[in-house]
Nanobody, 115 residues
């Protein structure tokens, strides 16, 4: 099993930046891909960005060019650098890890972007 704890959310004005962190503990050696998802009330959770063990990344079209996902395997931590934030980026952001085909989730961190 792996435990995930997000941090770094908050309130920011449109055009501003935030960096989210996801600290992993437990069986981190079994983790393949890690990802960030987000969810707003009444909507399905959506994939924001994913990074594999080899460092391959992929992004939702809505965040390409503005968000950057990265991971520090030595620190068992994943990051999401969010720049040029827009009000529509407001959501609860969740850290996700895949272990042997099973998904693990963090508790989520709120990001609010004011116009």
């Amino acid at each position: 099993q792996v435990q995930l704890v997000e941090s770094g959310g908050g309130l920011v004005q449109a055009g501003g930046s935030l960096r989210l962190s996801c600290a992993a503990s437990g069986s981190t050696f079994s983790v393949s891909a890690m990802a960030w998802y987000r969810q707003t009330p009444g909507k399905q959770r959506e994939l924001v960005a994913v990074i594999t063990n080899s460092g391959t990344t992929n992004y939702a079209d809505s965040v390409k060019g503005r968000f950057t996902i990265s991971r520090d395997n030595g620190k068992n931590t994943m990051y999401l650098q969010m720049n040029s934030l827009k009000p529509e980026d407001t959501a609860v952001y969740y850290c996700n890890a895949v272990l042997n085909g099973v998904h693990a989730w963090g508790q989520g961190t709120q990001v609010t972007v004011s116009s």
